[in-house]
């Protein structure tokens, strides 16, 4: 199973909008909505921040929102706020009963 | 509240074993999986299986059949992750990381700390 593909950095200015993506194939995000999205700060564990594709655990800020369109799912972040700027990750099911996690996406706040 | 705290570091010479355990609080332990997540240093996350805390039944990344044994302990609500034949490149972080469950399943939601593994001559 290769990883889900995301851009490898992402920045904006705060206050602005950023998305970013997660590309995968019909055997995983095309086929299933269990996609989450993880923050993982420098030298921290990863948080989660959304599952199934757009649904924030308890204490996650409505200003992260996801989506998703054929085989590739969206994390939008509004508002950018400072301690934003972390590495964030996408998973998704497979179809091999498995989970797939993407590369990671490096977000600087300018 | 949930937690999940894991077992200190390790510093294994390869070819060796290594045995990870995960020790949870505050759920009904068999009520939800273990997910096993390893970070090579500077590297992304990577899946390396789940254990189901109620039966047992376990599956696992391709990548790590074969060498991966998970397993779980209910009277101490422990779950462990060995891995056997150790290469410099199983070189990583690996946490564990208790599943959403109904309505969210295979959606790693609380996350220990993580357990530095080190496999050096």
């Known amino acids: 199973q290769s990883a889900l593909t995301q851009p490898p950095s992402v920045s904006g200015s705060p206050g602005q909008s950023v998305t970013i993506s997660c590309t995968g194939t019909s055997s995983d995000i095309g086929t299933y909505n269990r996609v989450s999205w993880f923050q993982q700060p420098p030298g921290t564990a990863p948080k989660l921040m959304l599952y199934q594709v757009g649904d924030r655990p308890s204490g996650v800020p409505d200003r992260f929102s996801g989506s998703k369109s054929g085989n590739t799912a969206s994390l939008t972040i509004s508002g950018l706020q400072p301690e934003d700027e972390a590495d964030y990750y996408c998973s998704s099911y497979t179809s091999s009963s498995t989970l797939v996690f993407g590369g990671g996406t490096k977000l600087s706040v300018l | 509240q949930v937690q999940l705290v894991q077992s200190g570091a390790e510093v294994k010479k390869p070819g060796a074993s290594v045995k990870v355990s995960c020790k949870t609080s505050g759920y009904p332990f068999t009520s939800y999986y273990i997910h096993w997540v390893r970070q090579a240093p500077g590297q992304g996350l990577e899946w390396v299986g789940k254990?189901?805390?109620?039966?047992?039944?376990?599956n696992s990344a391709q990548n790590f059949q074969g060498r991966v044994t998970m397993t779980r302990d209910t009277s101490a609500t422990t779950v462990y992750l060995e891995l056997s034949s150790l290469r410099s490149d199983d070189t990583a972080v690996y946490f564990c990381?208790?599943?959403?469950?109904?309505?969210?399943?295979?959606?790693?939601?609380?996350w220990g700390q993580g357990t530095l593994v080190t496999v050096s001559p």
């Open positions: 990381a208790r599943d959403g469950g109904s309505g969210s399943f295979f959606t790693p939601k609380n």
């Open positions: 254990v189901n805390s109620r039966d047992g039944g376990t």
